[in-house]
């Protein structure tokens, strides 16, 4: 077990988007998160990485209470996360963006800069290393995004959102990054929208509504589960299958 | 064999093309008070000042993106304490120097912690804020700091002698912001703070820690600068070294050169010293200047953000892309 | 007793009419997010256009408040369009390039009022300088509180504006969520320069009664930026109905510290408390802030 939040509580003024939430995941799967908007997925991953505290509950990474710390401490630890819309440094290359995010791990600016470049062909953006965030693509900022979040050596991966905005090409090349990033070292959870993308995923899909988890299964359970239909995939889904 | 003799006299040519111009510069530079007048040591001594004040408050400024505007304090701060140590424990220069720069770098650690959790506009307003405490305490504890009267050092006029000082300090600024800002790690993390502070924190960017740091390093030298300042014009009071112009002067010069950049400042420190004597020189010494100081920032912000430096670097507007500029400015 | 009754009032009047300074300086913050560095010149410059107004077509001060505010908004919406697009640009923070290009006009501001007038003290007279009405247990000097009466009147009419008429609900929405209005059909530029200009014409009037009350020099306006900063950041920057408060809080300030620490204890006191609040509450002391 890698990652474990326990009765997480988070509220904001009057909402509450996430509502006693509590998730497993196992290291070295790849873990979905589905839900419809504003049900808590994003609001779940600011809380893993410590972008805010929780109002009450824990979070526990590799067994070690890791609520309340600091996010570039969490980062340290080995949980990498992406943003749903990207957050690259505008006014660095791509190789530069990299490589801030090497810092934790390499010992000096020449094995950071190596790391990246290996990241960068990972992630087919070394063509683009030299060149600067503001005259790439938005594509190549989801995919810079990735590469930021892979240059801290996560052990935990945490994938908000990344399919938004592609193509249908595009996102079957997504998925075939993702699927190629899998091994045993590195856990990773998506978050997404598109259905198929995540039971074509993922080992395992916890679905949320209003800050709660309604369900948690394999993913042909999921499909089959009556209350996910009806907080979710609707009368029409159902009625396909 | 002659073509090896060629060949080698032919590289040696290339090395002398190549290091002429910039070892030139550097002679000039290095010998000025023994052939300009006195009139000229001291204004140059200026811009060397300016140009180190402007590059110290670039650092904060422009490398890291929160705009200090009571940057002045600091050179208030470490005139004052060389003025201090001189004349109230009977110290020497040197030592006065570095206690300036160290208690400046601890003050801007210790208010730094609080203030730089503050974001853009409300970090400019606290730092102009407790620029202006700085100079109402100076004025109040007139026991130590003479209050508003002033304080008087031991006259010392060795034009040569500071002029030299100022040269090493504003070198050493540019040398360690080359170091550290454009060259280490630190300056990676400081430009991915300015770009994006949330994701630079999700990279494992300790920011809280860097934020300091920048800030502490970017008040040290303007400790220093006041100290010298203090001992070469003798006489300090809270309008001299804490007046609201001095924090002004850096920003201006700063942004009219280019923020973020290594050079910008020390090319606006010499265009706004240039324009200050000049027009000084056409209309007498007034005010008239301050006018076009403020016209170039708002014409800094408007159209050239990235200052001259950024100018040199992207192409200039034609003029008829400029009228079609502004046009579009006015329209409704 | 007395000494403490006569402080509070002495407060209040003045708090009144910072409140006018205030008002203005919140309502340019929550609508277009400029945080405005000249705010201390626009009442100086109104000053001394009271000021000049006075010494050639002589009369009373207070006849030409109406015509000042005519004239400086009529500067406010002239010089918007180009605080506009220094805030519009993409390429760096908006908020922080309105605060340089604002802090640019107040050095151009003050440099163009030390050349023309150089570092002499100014001041203007009108028929109420001088006279006070008695309360039995305290002085209220007639001047401060025709400053007071102008500063309720002000709000009064601002409040109005803003709660009451089409246009103010439209400022309001506009200053809630711009994207929205935008898309409900408001030119949001237009508010804008709307805003910006009652805010300067109203400064700008409050200009000449500061003038009245103290005295007039090119390089007051620092200690008016300091009065607004302090308001607005009490009252909670963009929250207008907050100004009214800080503004009394201000001027009591002001009052007892000037009273029984000395007044050259006021700015500290003044700093001080202004800083604390950043950092304990940023949001304002109602936390209503933007």
């Avoid at chain 3, 009529?74 to 908020?95: C, D, E, F, Q, T």
Wanted: charged share 15%; hydrophobic share 50%.
């Amino acid at each position: 077990m890698i990652l474990q939040s326990n009765d997480l509580v988070k509220s904001f003024g009057g909402v509450t988007a996430i509502n006693h939430l509590s998730l497993t995941v196992e290291k070295g799967t790849v873990f979905g998160i589905i839900g419809p908007n504003g049900s808590g997925k994003t609001t779940f991953f600011n809380l893993v990485t410590g972008m805010y505290p929780p109002t009450s509950g824990t979070v526990t990474f590799n067994g070690r209470n890791i609520t309340g710390l600091r996010p570039h401490r969490i980062a340290e630890l080995g949980i990498g996360r992406t943003f749903q819309i990207p957050a690259p440094f505008t006014k660095m290359t791509l190789l530069e963006n990299v490589m801030v995010s090497t810092f934790i791990r390499a010992s000096s600016l020449k094995e950071s800069r190596k790391m990246a470049w290996e990241i960068l062909e990972l992630m087919r953006l070394d063509d683009k290393g030299n060149t600067l965030v503001a005259n790439v693509t938005l594509e190549d900022r989801k995919r810079l995004e990735l590469a930021r979040a892979l240059g801290t050596h996560p052990t935990l991966l945490l994938l908000d959102e990344v399919m938004s905005g592609l193509t249908p090409a595009e996102v079957k090349g997504a998925i075939e990054l993702i699927r190629s990033l899998r091994t045993e070292e590195l856990t990773i959870i998506v978050v997404e929208h598109i259905m198929d993308v995540i039971l074509s995923l993922c080992d395992r899909i916890a679905v949320l509504d209003y800050g709660q988890k309604i369900a948690e299964d394999l993913p042909d359970h999921i499909v089959n589960n009556k209350d996910v239909i009806k907080a979710y995939l609707g009368e029409r889904y159902s009625a396909r299958n | 064999m002659p073509s090896q003799v060629g060949q080698v006299k032919a590289n040696a040519a290339k090395i002398l093309w190549r290091w002429a111009p910039l070892s030139i510069l550097i002679l000039v530079v290095l010998s000025i008070p023994w052939i300009v007048s006195p009139l000229w040591i001291r204004i140059v001594t200026e811009v060397l000042m300016w140009a180190g004040l402007a590059q110290s408050w670039n650092i904060i400024g422009g490398y890291t993106g929160y705009l200090c505007f009571g940057h002045g304090a600091f050179f208030g701060l470490g005139a004052y304490i060389t003025g201090i140590t001189m004349m109230h424990l009977g110290w020497p220069f040197g030592v006065g120097l570095l206690i300036s720069g160290i208690l400046s770098a601890l003050l801007a650690m210790i208010i730094g912690y609080p203030t730089l959790r503050l974001r853009g506009a409300y970090f400019a307003i606290a730092t102009w804020a407790f620029g202006e405490m700085v100079r109402q305490v100076a004025t109040i504890l007139d026991d130590v700091t003479g209050g508003p009267v002033g304080l008087q050092l031991h006259p010392f006029l060795n034009l040569p002698y500071f002029y030299y000082v100022m040269l090493g300090v504003t070198g050493l600024t540019y040398l360690t912001t080359y170091l550290l800002l454009d060259r280490a790690r630190f300056g990676y993390k400081v430009l991915a703070i300015r770009e994006h502070e949330e994701a630079a924190e999700m990279v494992g960017v300790d920011t809280v820690t860097i934020k300091v740091k920048a800030f502490a390093l970017s008040a040290f030298f303007p400790g220093i600068f006041g100290g010298v300042f203090a001992y070469w014009v003798t006489y300090i009071h809270p309008d001299s070294v804490l007046g609201a112009q001095l924090t002004d002067f850096m920003v201006v010069m700063a942004f009219l050169g280019g923020i973020g950049s290594l050079w910008g400042p020390l090319f606006g420190a010499i265009v706004v010293q240039l324009v200050q004597r000049i027009l000084w020189l056409v209309w007498g010494e007034g005010t008239f200047y301050l006018i076009i100081i403020g016209a170039a920032i708002c014409a800094v912000v408007l159209f050239i953000p990235n200052g001259l430096i950024g100018l040199m670097e992207s192409r200039f507007l034609s003029p008829r892309e400029a009228v079609s500029q502004l046009k579009k400015t006015f329209k409704w | 007793m007395e000494l403490f009754l006569q402080t509070i009032i002495d407060g209040l009047l003045i708090g009144g009419l910072i409140i006018v300074v205030g008002i203005g300086f919140s309502l340019c913050f929550g609508v277009m997010h400029i945080v405005d560095f000249a705010v201390g010149e626009w009442v100086m410059l109104g000053a001394y256009t009271g000021y000049i107004m006075v010494r050639y077509f002589g009369h009373d001060p207070m006849i030409y408040l109406p015509i000042i505010f005519l004239i400086f908004c009529g500067v406010g919406w002239m010089i918007y369009p180009l605080i506009y697009r220094a805030v519009s640009g993409k390429r760096h923070n908006p908020v922080i390039m309105g605060l340089v290009f604002t802090f640019g006009i107040s050095i151009m501001a003050k440099g163009g009022a030390l050349f023309i007038w150089g570092f002499h003290l100014h001041s203007i007279t009108t028929w109420l300088s001088g006279k006070s009405i008695s309360l039995g247990f305290a002085m209220v000097p007639s001047l401060r509180f025709s400053g007071f009466i102008f500063g309720i009147l002000v709000t009064i009419l601002f409040m109005t504006f803003l709660y009451k008429t089409k246009l103010g609900i439209t400022i309001r929405a506009t200053a809630q969520d711009r994207d929205t209005a935008n898309l409900l059909g408001t030119d949001v530029r237009k508010v804008g320069a709307l805003v910006y200009s009652l805010y300067a014409g109203v400064t700008g009037m409050s200009g000449v009664l500061i003038g009245t009350l103290f005295s007039i020099h090119a390089a007051m306006g620092a200690k008016y930026c300091t009065l607004a900063f302090f308001v607005v950041v009490l009252a909670g920057m963009g929250y207008v109905p907050g100004v009214i408060l800080a503004a009394f809080i201000l001027g009591l300030l002001q009052s007892f510290v000037g009273v029984y620490l000395g007044g050259r204890y006021n700015q500290i006191a003044l700093f001080i408390v202004m800083y604390g609040v950043l950092l304990i509450t940023p949001k304002g002391i109602l936390r209503r802030g933007i």
